[in-house]
């Protein structure tokens, strides 16, 4: 069972997706992770959507985008002690506040920035209790920020939550690294390319677990079948065996098979958060 934690800052406490058609976007993700829902009856929360993965929370999923002007997408939120004192971090290094900070209910605070690369980003101050299940096939694994600029982001994240990062790729070829604290390794971001992402902007990608016994593979059939898209089709890494795709509305993710990594596997967010899974 989840159980209610709390957060070290900088750690990721929730995720969810905006959608243009709802209805459409849990019909595709029951079809695909199994996921069942809860729908919030006040219409001043515009219905919000907690997606439940054998019964645990592992998402959540919303109307139109809260920007105007922003891509259907899915929002990775990192935990903050202080939301008060992140929204001044947040802009003091160079990011912009689009959203809040603002109360949230049951003791929350929430906002929504975006770093000075451009990728979006949520932050949540949360309050007891506050279950997250992750790991689990259905559950968020993993996450990395696309970015074109991975020095700028890595400076910018340090600044904010005194991330430690480490260089995975040889810098030129392939520019990965991941960032930690106190030795826990919590995200990572990608320098994007031209040859691959030509055109595309900044953005977070979450990974969902793929069930071994189904693989991802079989995983992308079943997203077209389902009416989303591939665009990039199973490749093999240290994580696992992973596919990019993207829902009918077009918020993109991935999925990745952890048992099928090739050797020497980076630890993932599936390490520091088990505590939160059962």
Same mark, same amino acid.
């Given at each position: 069972?989840? @159980?209610?934690?709390?957060?070290?800052?900088?750690?990721?406490?929730?995720?969810?997706?905006?959608? !243009?058609? %709802?209805?459409?976007?849990?019909?595709?993700?029951?079809?695909?992770?199994?996921?069942?829902?809860?729908?919030?009856?006040?219409?001043?929360?515009?219905?919000?959507?907690?997606?439940?993965?054998?019964?645990?929370?592992?998402?959540?999923?919303?109307?139109?985008?809260?920007? @105007?002007?922003?891509? *259907?997408?899915?929002?990775?939120?990192?935990?903050?002690?202080?939301?008060?004192? !992140?929204?001044?971090?947040?802009?003091?290094?160079?990011?912009?506040?689009?959203?809040?900070?603002?109360?949230?209910?049951?003791? !929350?605070? *929430?906002?929504?920035?975006?770093?000075?690369?451009?990728?979006?980003?949520?932050?949540? $101050?949360?309050?007891?209790?506050?279950?997250?299940?992750?790991?689990?096939?259905?559950?968020?694994?993993?996450?990395?920020?696309?970015?074109?600029?991975?020095?700028?982001?890595?400076?910018?994240?340090?600044?904010?939550?005194?991330?430690?990062?480490?260089?995975?790729?040889?810098?030129?070829?392939?520019?990965?690294?991941?960032?930690?604290?106190?030795?826990?390794?919590?995200?990572?971001?990608?320098?994007?390319?031209?040859?691959?992402?030509?055109?595309?902007?900044?953005?977070?990608?979450?990974?969902?677990?793929?069930? %071994? @016994?189904?693989?991802?593979?079989?995983?992308?059939?079943? *997203?077209?079948?389902?009416?989303?898209?591939?665009? *990039?089709?199973?490749?093999?890494? $240290?994580?696992?065996?992973?596919?990019?795709?993207?829902? %009918?509305?077009?918020?993109?993710?991935?999925?990745?098979?952890?048992?099928?990594?090739?050797?020497?596997?980076?630890?993932?967010?599936?390490? @520091?958060?088990?505590?939160?899974?059962?």
């Amino acid at each position: 069972m989840t @159980e209610s934690t709390s957060f070290s800052p900088g750690l990721v406490c929730w995720i969810d997706a905006s959608s !243009t058609d %709802p209805a459409r976007s849990r019909d595709f993700y029951a079809g695909l992770f199994g996921w069942t829902y809860h729908i919030d009856p006040d219409p001043d929360r515009g219905h919000y959507t907690t997606a439940l993965c054998n019964g645990q929370p592992v998402a959540g999923l919303s109307g139109v985008a809260v920007q @105007e002007g922003q891509p *259907v997408a899915w929002r990775l939120y990192l935990a903050s002690a202080n939301i008060m004192h !992140t929204a001044e971090l947040l802009t003091g290094w160079g990011g912009q506040l689009l959203y809040g900070p603002a109360d949230a209910g049951a003791q !929350t605070s *929430v906002m929504i920035g975006a770093d000075p690369t451009g990728g979006v980003i949520g932050f949540w $101050e949360p309050g007891p209790p506050w279950p997250f299940h992750t790991a689990d096939p259905g559950a968020l694994i993993w996450a990395e920020l696309n970015t074109w600029d991975g020095a700028t982001a890595d400076q910018f994240y340090a600044n904010l939550f005194g991330y430690q990062q480490d260089q995975i790729g040889d810098g030129q070829n392939v520019d990965y690294t991941s960032w930690s604290r106190g030795g826990s390794t919590m995200l990572a971001r990608i320098q994007m390319k031209e040859d691959w992402a030509s055109g595309v902007a900044s953005h977070w990608l979450p990974h969902f677990t793929v069930h %071994p @016994e189904v693989g991802t593979d079989a995983m992308v059939n079943r *997203v077209i079948e389902l009416g989303g898209r591939v665009d *990039v089709f199973p490749y093999d890494t $240290e994580l696992g065996r992973i596919a990019r795709v993207a829902d %009918p509305c077009g918020a993109g993710f991935a999925l990745v098979d952890p048992a099928a990594r090739i050797p020497e596997p980076i630890r993932c967010i599936a390490d @520091e958060a088990g505590h939160l899974s059962s």
